[in-house]
């Protein structure tokens, strides 16, 4: 899976959420790494999952060039701008697959499996199965208690989510004043 996000921390989380269920993961933060990427790797790539809003190039733009070099390459846009808005903005077409941000690892999973099962079916041979995978808690580990303080909603969340995951005992506040409270 092509994972292309500008924000690193939601990159990673996502690159978290998939590498713990199998997926192999290619990351990108920008469209020049996406190129670079694309020379380096010339592998299979599966699905391409792509913010919409980017920096410098849209997503949709992106994804474009990338099915141009790897055609029936099918996309999954993410945003956390509604869906909605964006149609009605022009930014993204009607009826392409979408995940709204903020969302769970299971929801990710879930739309991911979604697309490759569909676009499987439709177009392409079908490939190796993923095998689950777990990270083995390390015996006798005591979970820390984190106090996460972080403004921004979905970071926080994806954050607390693994943190949790990996045993930890999570409390999530937005602002200072709450953490001291």
């Known amino acids: 899976v092509l994972v292309l996000e500008d ?9 978290h959420y998939l590498q713990r269920h199998g997926y192999q993961v290619l990351l ?11 020379v380096e790797h010339t592998g299979p790539i599966d699905l391409m999952l792509t913010d919409i809003v980017l920096p410098n ?7 474009a060039w990338v ?3 790897r055609p029936g390459l099918p996309v999954l846009f993410m945003s956390a701008h509604p ?8 930014r993204l077409s009607t009826g392409i697959p979408t995940i709204q941000k903020p969302f769970t690892e299971g929801m990710l999973l879930a739309r991911v499996r979604e697309l490759l099962d569909r676009t499987r079916a439709s177009t392409r041979p079908a490939a190796v199965e993923p095998t689950r995978m777990r990270a083995a808690a390390s015996p006798g580990a ?5 106090l996460l303080v972080e403004d921004d909603a979905v970071t926080r969340e994806a ?7 990996d045993g930890h ?4 506040v937005a602002t200072g004043a709450a953490a001291l409270a």
């Open 67 to 69: 099915q141009a070099q």
């Open 142 to 146: 005591t979970p820390a208690r984190i």
């Open 169 to 172: 005992e999570v409390t999530a």
């Open 7 to 15: 924000e690193a921390l939601v990159r990673q989380s996502v690159a």
């Open 83 to 90: 869906v909605e808005r964006l149609v009605a903005d022009g």
């Open 159 to 165: 954050m607390s989510e693994l943190l949790g995951d």
């Open 28 to 38: 990108a933060g920008s469209d020049a790494e996406v190129a670079q990427l694309l």
């Open 57 to 63: 190039r849209s997503g949709p733009e992106i994804a």
